[in-house]
């Protein structure tokens, strides 16, 4: 039986080198179609993330502009409410100060048709 140094030493066919450079070439294929993957997995996750980022931004800008136009719209209404209010409150007002009036005029005429003639 041949030793281990003999064996290394033995020439080599071209099945013998074709086989090593095949499992090299298969090999490095491999490593490499490996670190390309995850390259682009890496610059995938990070595209991802930077758009997740983006419009969660954009999100935010629309909600404060919504928001913001709710606001102004409030404001006005709340103004236009409180003349609405006031003009009540004056309107309930002068509805009473009339009712008094009607009545001190119901309360007179009153007087003058029962009141009795002086002859």
Avoid: C, W
Wanted: aromatic share 4%.
């Amino acid at each position: 039986m041949p030793t281990n140094d003999e064996t290394q030493d033995r020439p080599a066919t071209v099945r013998d080198v074709t086989t090593a450079i095949t499992t090299a070439i298969a090999a490095s294929e491999q490593r490499t179609s490996a670190a390309i993957g995850a390259a682009i997995g890496a610059a995938i996750a990070a595209s991802e993330q930077r758009t997740v980022d983006r419009l969660t931004e954009v999100m935010r800008d629309m909600q404060t502009e919504i928001l913001t136009g709710l606001q102004a719209f409030a404001r006005g209404n709340f103004t236009r409410f409180k003349t609405v209010e006031a003009r009540v409150q004056t309107t309930d007002s002068n509805v009473l100060d009339n009712n008094a009036r009607i009545a001190a005029l119901e309360e007179r005429v009153l007087y003058l048709e029962t009141r009795r003639p002086t002859h």
